[in-house]
């Protein structure tokens, strides 16, 4: 499987939210719901500030058409959904091997989307570390989180990634995992 992964541009737009309301929470094919999903809604808008302003939006490519994404981006650009705003104010609540994660040495990584096509064949391990190698540049850790309720993507990024739990907690009645890695040991 000869996989291209590139950094998203605008004309990628629309392809990439086609492949996110496949797989996000509220447009899901509810057969498809437990090989995992993606909980935040996002908008042309939002894409294009991510693309535009973060360069945070990587994408895997397979025949022309576009089977994977990863977002990752500074704090200030989740900012503008309540759940990130929560991460923010609690970043200092749990450390990475001694390190204190705060906005200016960490990231929020994901969501990441896989097709369903071509899951199994390494694409997800492709575009995640192609998405760490990019933002490693900028940052040295990275985090993020996963709803208890997708065990899916909780075995993926522990199992397949450098990713560990740091920290288990609780936003508006769901339960999360915290997970983050030093972005510069995996270059």
Avoid at 47 to 76: C, P, R, T
Avoid at 100 to 126: I, L, T
């Amino acid at each position: 499987m000869n996989i291209e992964l590139k950094t998203a541009t605008i004309e990628h737009i629309d392809e990439i939210l086609t492949l996110h309301y496949r797989y996000q929470v509220d447009s899901i094919n509810e057969e498809d719901k437990a090989d995992g999903f993606i909980t935040t809604a996002f908008t042309k808008t939002h894409l294009s500030n991510l693309i535009e302003h973060e360069s945070g939006l990587f994408i895997a490519v397979l025949d022309n058409k576009i089977v994977a994404y990863a977002m990752a981006a500074s704090w200030q650009f989740w900012s503008q959904w309540p759940m990130f705003q929560f991460m923010i104010e609690n970043l200092h609540d749990s450390q990475l091997e001694g390190l204190e994660m705060n906005v200016a040495n960490s990231y929020q990584y994901g969501p990441v989307c896989v097709d369903k096509s071509v899951r199994g064949h390494g694409v997800f391990e492709q575009v995640f570390n192609y998405s760490l190698e990019q933002m490693s540049k900028r940052y040295p850790i990275l985090v993020t989180f996963i709803n208890k309720i997708n065990p899916r993507s909780y075995q993926a990024h522990t199992k397949k990634t450098p990713l560990v739990v740091i920290k288990e907690f609780e936003f508006n009645n769901n339960q999360y995992y915290k997970l983050a890695c030093k972005t510069c040991e995996h270059k």
